[in-house]
C-alpha cells in the first residue's frame, strides 16, 4: 500500500482549492436547504416536506447486522423519538430489511410500524419510505408465490403497508431494476400503489441515467411525478456524480437520495483511500468548519452536491451525528478540497 499523505499537505493551500476548477461531472457547489420535498400527483406544487438528512433502518431486525447483539429494538425506538425531537422526519425502510425477523414481526418495517403515529390524514411529522424488491423469487424469503407481472409488485405493496400498521407509505420505490419487469410494467405498479391509496409518491432506486431518464417519461405521460431515485453516494463513492446521473435527477426535479453516505467510516475495508478521506474530513471538521465531527462533514459533503444523505441509524448516539451536520453548510473550499484530493485517489 503506497504510504500515506500528511494530512496537512491536503489542505494547506487554501489557494489552490480556490483555483481548482471542478470537473464537467461535478455537482455545482449549493447550500443545504433547510427543507426538500418530494414531488405527488396529488399536490405537485406543494409535495411532501422532508428533512435535508434521512434514517435509514437497513440494520432493523437482522440479526447480520448486530440487532439483537449490539442493539435492539429498544435502541431504535430511542434512536426514533430523538430524531423526531432533532427535526429528523424522513425514515427510509424497505420490506427485505430484517426480513428473517418477520416470523416474529421484528422486520424493519414492522418495527417502524409500531413507532408511527396513527393518522386518518396525512400528515408530514413522520414521512416513510420504502422500497419493493423486483427479484421473481423473492417471495421465497417473505412468504408466497414467483414475483410476475405489477400486480405481484403491487401485492408487495399492500403487505407492507399491512407490516407497517396499515398507516400508506409516504414513498414506494422500485428497490432495483430486473430484467423480468419491464420499465412500464414498475412504472405501472408504482401507478396502480397511488391508485389504491398505498403511497403518497413513488420513485425508483439504483437507477442508473438511462433508466431514470425512462421511468421519468414513461411517469411524465401519465402525469405522474417520479419523485426520488435513491443510489449509492459519498465522498468515497462519486460514481453517480461522474456518470452524470445526480445531474439528470436535478434536471428533472428528482430528490436524490444517498445511501451509505458515510462509507468511508467502515472499519471492514480499509482502503488507502479512505483512512485518507477520514483523515482529511476530520481535519476540514476541526478547522474549516468550527470543531465539527468527521461524520458532519462527510454528511454536508453529501448535501452539498445535491442530496439527501440516509445514514444507517442503529442508537440514539447516531442521531447525535445527524444532528450536529444540520444547520450549518460545509463551505464551497472545503468542498472543493475533498473533490480535489479524490480525483487524485481515484486515479491510483
Known amino acids: 500500500m503506497r504510504a500515506i499523505v500528511d494530512i496537512a499537505l491536503v489542505v494547506s493551500a487554501s489557494s489552490s482549492a480556490k483555483a481548482a476548477a471542478p470537473s464537467s461531472s461535478s455537482i455545482p457547489f449549493r447550500k443545504a436547504a433547510p427543507k426538500v420535498a418530494l414531488k405527488t400527483r396529488d399536490d405537485p406544487s406543494r409535495g411532501i416536506p422532508i428533512s435535508p438528512i434521512g434514517v435509514g433502518t437497513i440494520s432493523w431486525g437482522d440479526p447480520a447486522r448486530g440487532f439483537g447483539t449490539t442493539f435492539r429494538e429498544k435502541d431504535a425506538t430511542d434512536a426514533f423519538q430523538s430524531a423526531r425531537s432533532s427535526g429528523i422526519n424522513f425514515f427510509d425502510t424497505a ?4 426480513y428473517k425477523g418477520q416470523k416474529y414481526e421484528q422486520s424493519a418495517e414492522e418495527i417502524l410500524g409500531r413507532l408511527l403515529p396513527a393518522r386518518g390524514v396525512d400528515d408530514d411529522d ?22 410476475l407481472g405489477k400486480e405481484s409488485l403491487v401485492k408487495a405493496g399492500k403487505e407492507s403497508v399491512k407490516r407497517m400498521g396499515g398507516r400508506r407509505m409516504d414513498l414506494w420505490s422500485i428497490h432495483f431494476p430486473f430484467p423480468s419487469f419491464s420499465q412500464d410494467a414498475l412504472m405501472s405498479a408504482l401507478e396502480e400503489s397511488l391508485d389504491l391509496g398505498l403511497t403518497r409518491a413513488v420513485g425508483v432506486s439504483n437507477y442508473n441515467v438511462e433508466q431514470l431518464e425512462q421511468a421519468f417519461d414513461i411517469l411524465e405521460k401519465r402525469g405522474i411525478p417520479l419523485a426520488a431515485n435513491q443510489i449509492e453516494y459519498s465522498v468515497v463513492n462519486r460514481k453517480a456524480e461522474k456518470d452524470g446521473l445526480i445531474q439528470s435527477c436535478l434536471d428533472r426535479d428528482v430528490k436524490v437520495v444517498a ?5 468511508a467510516l467502515k472499519t471492514t475495508e480499509i482502503a488507502e483511500k479512505y483512512v485518507i478521506m477520514n483523515k482529511l474530513c476530520e481535519f476540514i471538521g476541526q478547522v474549516n468548519s ?11 459533503y453529501c448535501m452539498a452536491k445535491g442530496t439527501i444523505p440516509i445514514p444507517g441509524v442503529k442508537r440514539v448516539e447516531h442521531i447525535e451525528d445527524i444532528e450536529n451536520a444540520m444547520g450549518w453548510t ?6 472543493l478540497t475533498i473533490d480535489e484530493k479524490m480525483d487524485y485517489l481515484d486515479k491510483l
Open 259 to 263: 445511501y451509505s453516505p458515510l462509507k
Open 330 to 335: 460545509l463551505d464551497e473550499e472545503s468542498v
Open 126 to 147: 413522520v414521512v416513510v419510505g420504502s422500497k419493493v424488491f423486483t427479484i421473481p423469487w423473492t417471495n421465497a424469503l417473505l412468504g408466497g408465490g414467483i414475483r
Open 95 to 98: 420490506e427485505v430489511y430484517g
Open 290 to 300: 468550527g470543531g465539527k465531527s468527521k461524520v458532519s462533514v462527510m454528511l454536508n
